[in-house]
DNA sequence: ACCTGAACACCGTTCAAGT
DNA sequence: ACCTGAACACCGTTCAAGT
């Protein structure tokens, strides 16, 4: 197609379909996943040496953000949809619903999603960014017409979600409580929490009646 | 002090206190760490050789769980405490704030606690076993109590702390969102949410709007 | 009885050597 | 330019050999 100089076109096709065959490799390892397949492993299975991998992928965040990277952008997308729902707190709590399923997809991710960080150096680059994006979009645009509490930024929202992610790909570890469906009855308290204003009894927070605090010294002996 | 033959009670004691030091060194690494710790480096810190460790501890959740043990006996001693007290989900919300903070005090409980198994081959056995009881005694008389919603059962509560305490604990490394005060947040979000009734727009849970789902495919690409 | 540490099969990661 | 795979420093776990 392009004016590229012909002697270097097959090296670069070779390499290309070298890179598609380790995320396909991974993508068939890590779906549904119970367990962590190591990168030597998905070089073996992808056909290729381990170091052909590290130099696609100088490390597993990597890997996992460009597995994920056209599911993310098309879930985002749709997501602008949301934008435009009647009621802001009900499609608040659809994307939540849906980020879950998408992150607790492959092994890993959920993690990788819970340390990203800004300059990219660490965790879901790319990805990282747009679901960031789309979900202050969606937080504020629920707490501008007061349906859900101000006292929530979308770091916290982000990090909730990968850890029920984390739970759900957990789960499917034996022996673990199997089920998505504890899964789904948290994220159901979570969007009735969400759209009541913060409990004006904080007292309840830390002490709740006549236990004696004093008996026991907080958890934390170092510190 | 017990009839014990006289030759054999140096060996035991010298044993005991073996197990007692790889203990207090395994609970100095794993305290606030933001890292694993690997049972060889425990095992040197403590002063003994690699096979002891595995001699006293088959497994590492064999070792958390006797880490925490005393601790967790001490927390739900005092949980039976917050029975009596009068307003029962101010009580159970308490609890699960207080169990979240015990659990992630040392790096990897959380994973243990999600994985214990009824018959203690796998994860915390016996502090799994009492925070299991504790939890469902507070839940079930908050859910008499008629204040906490009944589509919510012991196990996905546990869960949920397991998550929450994943969450902190994996917080204490850098890059990720620092705040131990997200978590606060998200449980007092849970704690306001727990206290309504199943919201009654069940529509509401999986589509909002006016999105097309029809356009992207499910985010499982086998099965 | 109890302890030791070499040995084994892994892991992520690097890098000299090849084409 | 790109790929390979031996090499390195680890990991959890086992087990023959010691006292």
Known sequence: MTDVAAEDRPMRSHAR????RIIDAAREALVGSATDTSLNEIARRAG???GTLFRHFPSRDALLDELIRDHTTALCAEAM???????PAAALACWLRRL???VATYRGVSTSLLHRSPDGRTGLYRSGRVIDEVTRSLLVRAQRAGQVRDDLDVTALISLVSALSW???SCRQEPAPDDTEHVDVILSVLADGLRAAPSDQPDARDRAGTADQGTISPPHPIG
Chains 1, 2 share one sequence.
């Open 100 to 102: 879950v399923s998408h």
């Open 48 to 50: 290729v040496g381990i």
């Open 167 to 169: 739970l759900r790909e």
């Open 17 to 20: 379909r070298n890179r598609e």
């Open 81 to 87: 949809l949301l934008l435009e729902s009647p009621d």
